[in-house]
Each structure stands twice: as C-alpha cells, then as structure tokens.
T-cell receptor, first 113, second 116 residues
Framework: RKEVEQDPGPFNVPEGATVAFNCTYS??????FFWYRQDCRKEPKLLMS???SGNEDGRFTAQLNRASQYISLLIRDSKLSDSATYLC??????????????FGAGTILRVKS | EAGVTQFPSHSVIEKGQTVTLRCDPI?????LYWYRRVMGKEIKFLLH????????ESGMPNNRFLAERTGGTYSTLKVQPAELEDSGVYFC??????????????FGSGTQLSVL
C-alpha cells in the first residue's frame, strides 16, 4: 500500500462547480499535511496547509480527519485557472529539523467553460 | 525575494555520462531537499540537508548519486554514470527552521534530465 494515495482523476467539471478531492495516508503518526498545486511542466506550489480544525482560504477549504486518516480539499466556484494537478503531501514524522514530505501521485482537475 | 533556483532547466545526456545539477535555495533557509519525479510516478524524496550536513539520505537510489552542500549554501547533485532509469524531473526545495514560520517547502522549477 502506498503511503499517500490519491484518486488520479481526471475530474472534469464545468466552471462554477464545486469539486472535492480526498487523499488517504497510511502512517497514523503523520504530523503535518499540505495541498500543493502543480501546473503542467512546472514546480509544485504550496496551496495550503491542512490543520486539524480545518482551514479555508477564499474558495478553497482543507480538512483533516485523523481518525480515518485522510485529508480533503474542496474548491468552490471553480475557475478555468484552477485546472491543474493537485498533490497531497504528508510529513510522516515529527522531524525537528524540517519537513520531509511524502507526496501522492496527484489528482488532475480540468475545469471547462 | 528570490525563490529556489535550479540549473540547468534541461539536460540531455547519453547513458554512462556524468551530469551535475545545481540548486540555490532561498537565502537563509537551512533546510534543502532534493526530490525526483519519474514519468508517471509520484514525486519522491531523495535527501535532506540541514545546512551542510546530510540529515536524511534514505531516498537516494544508489551510489551513482552524490549530493553535496559545501558551506551550507547551494547544493549539487551529481549522477555518475547516468543510466536510462535516471531520467525524470529533479526538484530542489528549501525551507526555514520549524517553528520560525518559514518551515513550509518552496520548490524550484526543476531540472528535466533525459538519459538516452
């Protein structure tokens, strides 16, 4: 079983739709969680961190469910510019020196007009 | 503020040759990471420097890969000799110390390595 798993998609949605992705992780000791966005042939860019209490940034909401070991990303009012690959990343340990991240393979989102 | 920069952006070499990739982290970031994405697979961790020391090199595939970070500034990743399966995108990332507010990872734009 992979440490971090995501549905690869693609998710094809119309503009204005709400779409949600889940990501499951296998290591129950994992400490921190992130969503990254990666455009074609570009580097991953941090979209948001995921906190236990859930967090929201504009149209994006991230949530963590430790009991079921998954994180989610909800995108409301999808825009064409949201089309990208969304990567889930997990820090599997409480490393005092930094964030060694384990990535999922990514979920492809295509927003169409 | 300059981000993480990587050089070259692309490299095409023949099997058996040597290639050296360079990464300049964000100024002041102690942590420097190398990751790799092979076609169709997820991004995988290679190693982690804290300043000039290797904190974790558990992801390095084999002894054909050598990473250095002399002086704790920029880092190089050398592949010698390169094999076909080394092809992929090599990303460098950097972050500040945990608890400083700058512990999030920022990635460079990557080096696309093609071994023919």
């Amino acid at each position: 079983r992979k440490e971090v798993e995501q549905d690869p998609g693609p998710f094809n949605v119309p503009e204005g739709a709400t779409v949600a992705f889940n990501c499951t992780y296998s290591n129950s000791a994992s400490q921190s969680f992130f969503w990254y966005r990666q455009d074609c042939r570009k580097e991953p860019k941090l979209l948001m961190s995921v906190y236990s209490s859930g967090n929201e940034d504009g149209r994006f909401t991230a949530q963590l469910n430790r009991a079921s070991q998954y994180i989610s990303l909800l995108i409301r009012d999808s825009k064409l510019s949201d089309s990208a690959t969304y990567l889930c990343a997990v820090n599997p340990s409480n490393n005092p020196y930094g964030n060694k991240l384990v990535f999922g393979a990514g979920t492809i989102l295509r927003v169409k007009s | 503020e300059a981000g993480v920069t990587q050089f070259p952006s692309h490299s095409v070499i023949e099997k058996g040759q040597t290639v050296t990739l360079r990464c300049d982290p964000i100024s002041g970031h102690d942590n420097l990471y190398w990751y790799r994405r092979v076609m169709g697979k997820e991004i995988k961790f290679l190693l982690h420097f804290v300043k000039e020391s290797k904190q974790d090199e558990s992801g390095m595939p084999n002894n054909r890969f050598l990473a250095e970070r002399t002086g704790g500034t920029y880092s190089t990743l050398k592949v010698q000799p390169a094999e076909l399966e080394d092809s992929g995108v090599y990303f460098c990332a950097s972050s500040g110390r945990p608890g400083t507010g700058s512990e999030k990872l920022f990635f460079g734009s990557g080096t696309q390595l093609s071994v023919l």
